[in-house]
Each structure stands twice: as structure tokens, then as C-alpha cells.
């Protein structure tokens, strides 16, 4: 377990629970970055069975995804478990505990024109519950048009329908179970975005119900993205009929619905 300390100012703790996203810049030290970019390329050799391409063959870049491979990347692990991260999350979740959920590996290449769409991160999941936290950290210098956009106080309970990026199908929640998304775009006055620009020790944290988007790469400018993910005290597996993105095999058959989600996957860090 790592020693519990105080990382954050009560502000910036305070801004995350109001807008449920905020900017934490130098939260990486050199050798931390290096050991991610270590990491990320590691990954990209090595894409697991989970890995997608989310960007069209036209497309003049290419945006690749991967989830899930900390036990076997060991440059991955060690920023999960022994960075600052946990403890960070602890604070920004107040939350008694932390629980690595899962690592999320996302790289646009230069010039790739696939935009992610708005869409929140939790309806995806396998997990119920307020207290998480994901972090954004690139590894590469993001300038604001392509960074990771967010509307804030979008976290503070409606849950809207997922839907694949490409063709918008609902895959997971039936049709009409769910909210379906505002036209945020249409109406920027009644949606406040958040967006920073980004340097190579910053990330932004966001709850896993805040509505997020990102634009496409300019030519000339890769951003390779590693994603982190923690739950917190209240978090309980929710059962899906269905397959979650990421999935978590045989999960089911270990954990009830409604239970701690106490399981090897995802180990307790806090």
C-alpha cells in the first residue's frame, strides 16, 4: 500500500467535484515519462486482443486503442501503482480507498482526421457508483485544438446512451433505456467546455460521467495519449446481459452484481 499524503489544494479538489474535470500540470517527473513513452511503444508493438482501430482506411492518420494491459507491461504498472496517480485520486474521488480499474492506451497519429465523439465513460463500463476518477495523460505536447474537450457539471448524474463511435449503434443499453445525447456542438451557450493545452508531465482527471470529446491530429503533431483508471469506496460491479467495453472474462462468474469490485484485476492500491 503507499503511504497516504496530501497532494492537491482543497481548490483544485473543490473544482473537480463542481465541474467534474480538471487540469494537473507537472504531475510526471522525467523519468516517469519516460518510462510511459516506454510504455505506450511497448503497447503498440505488442497490441492485445482487445486493441481496435477507431479511424476510417481513408483516413490519412491512423487512431489506435487498447485497453487493458498493465499485467503485462511493466512501464505501465509502475506509473498505475507507485506514481502519483492513487494518491491523487484519492483525494480528487474523497474517497478512504483505491482500486486500479483498468489502463486505456489511446494514440492518434499524424494528420488522422477520426474525431472521438461526445460520450461519457461509465454507461460503457461494468462498474455503478459516484466515487472514480480517469486520468488523460499525454506523452506528447497537445495543443487545445486537439486536446481532450469536457463539459463541465456534466458528471452530476444523467446517464446518456452509448454508442459505438463509428455507426452510433447501441450496443449496450437498450434503445430509449437512456438519455440520449444533447447536440453540444448546436448549443455551445448552454454547454461549457473545458479544454488545455497539454505538455509531457500534465494530464487532466475527469469522472467517468463527464462528457468528452477530442478532434483529430494536425499533420506534423502525434499525441499519444495513456489512460488511468480508479474507483473509489462506493464502487460495485454492475452485471451487464451485455459485453462492456473493456471486457473483464469470467468476472461474472466471481463477482455478484452489487459487489466490491475485489478482485485481482483490479487490485487495491490505497
Excluded at 106 to 120: D, F, I, M, N, Y
Excluded at 207 to 217: D, E, I, W
Amino acid at each position: 500500500m503507499l503511504r497516504v499524503m496530501n497532494v492537491l489544494d482543497p481548490e483544485t479538489i473543490s473544482n473537480f467535484q463542481r465541474d467534474g474535470a480538471v487540469v494537473l500540470r507537472g504531475v510526471f517527473n522525467t523519468m516517469q515519462l519516460m518510462q510511459l513513452e516506454l510504455g505506450i511503444e511497448e503497447n503498440l508493438a505488442n497490441l492485445s486482443p482487445l486493441a481496435i482501430t477507431a479511424s476510417e482506411s481513408d483516413d490519412p492518420g491512423r487512431f489506435i486503442e487498447d485497453f487493458c494491459t498493465w499485467q503485462s507491461n511493466d512501464h505501465y504498472e509502475q506509473i498505475l501503482k507507485t506514481s502519483a496517480l492513487p494518491l491523487i485520486a484519492k483525494e480528487l474521488m474523497q474517497s478512504q480507498t483505491v482500486r486500479l480499474y483498468h489502463d486505456h492506451l489511446l494514440v492518434k497519429e499524424s494528420g488522422t482526421r477520426a474525431p472521438t465523439p461526445w460520450h461519457q465513460d461509465q454507461p460503457y463500463y461494468n462498474v455503478s457508483g459516484r466515487q472514480n476518477v480517469s486520468f488523460w495523460i499525454p506523452v506528447d505536447p497537445v495543443p487545445e485544438q486537439s486536446t481532450l474537450r469536457l463539459i463541465a457539471g456534466s458528471h452530476e448524474g444523467t446517464w446518456y446512451m452509448p454508442r459505438t463511435f463509428r455507426d452510433a449503434q447501441a450496443k449496450w443499453f437498450p434503445e430509449g433505456s437512456l438519455q440520449e445525447l444533447p447536440d453540444i456542438e448546436a448549443h455551445p451557450d448552454q454547454f461549457k467546455q473545458l479544454a488545455w493545452a497539454l505538455e509531457p508531465g500534465d494530464c487532466i482527471a475527469f469522472h467517468m460521467l463527464t462528457l468528452h470529446a477530442t478532434r483529430g491530429t494536425p499533420p506534423g503533431n502525434r499525441r499519444r495519449v495513456f489512460s488511468a483508471r480508479y474507483l473509489g469506496d462506493d464502487a460495485r460491479h454492475a452485471v451487464r446481459p451485455w459485453r462492456t467495453s473493456p471486457p473483464f472474462e469470467g468476472l461474472a462468474q466471481r463477482l455478484a452484481d452489487g459487489a466490491e469490485m475485489n478482485d485481482d484485476m483490479f487490485p487495491r492500491l490505497i
